[in-house]
């Protein structure tokens, strides 16, 4: 089975996300699991560039979930960037 959403999980200071190839995790045997402070630069795209996501109460649970998406895939776009250089080695 691919990895899923399964859990998004929003409390007053972060978001967290959680895939996995089984919603129970005792039976998963992939996953992988994310936390971001709201704080943290959020952003959305829009027509002019990068809007922040701002209060997180007026926003769709899809806005917010993509904005947190967005912020751990520019982290794991910059590890992944910093291994290559390394591999080259």
């Not at 959403?5 to 978001?15: A, K």
């Not at 899809?62 to 520019?74: F, G, H, M, N, T």
């Amino acid at each position: 089975m691919p990895l899923q959403h399964v859990e998004t999980t929003i409390s007053g200071t972060s978001i967290r996300m959680r895939y996995a190839n089984h919603a129970d995790p005792a039976q998963a045997t992939e996953w992988f699991a994310f936390e971001v402070p709201i704080g943290s630069g959020l952003t959305l795209p829009s027509t002019g560039g990068e809007i922040p996501l701002g209060e997180i109460r007026t926003r769709l649970l899809a806005s917010v979930e993509l904005a947190a998406l967005r912020r751990v895939r520019d982290v794991i776009g910059d590890e992944t960037q910093r291994l290559a250089v390394l591999g080259r080695h």
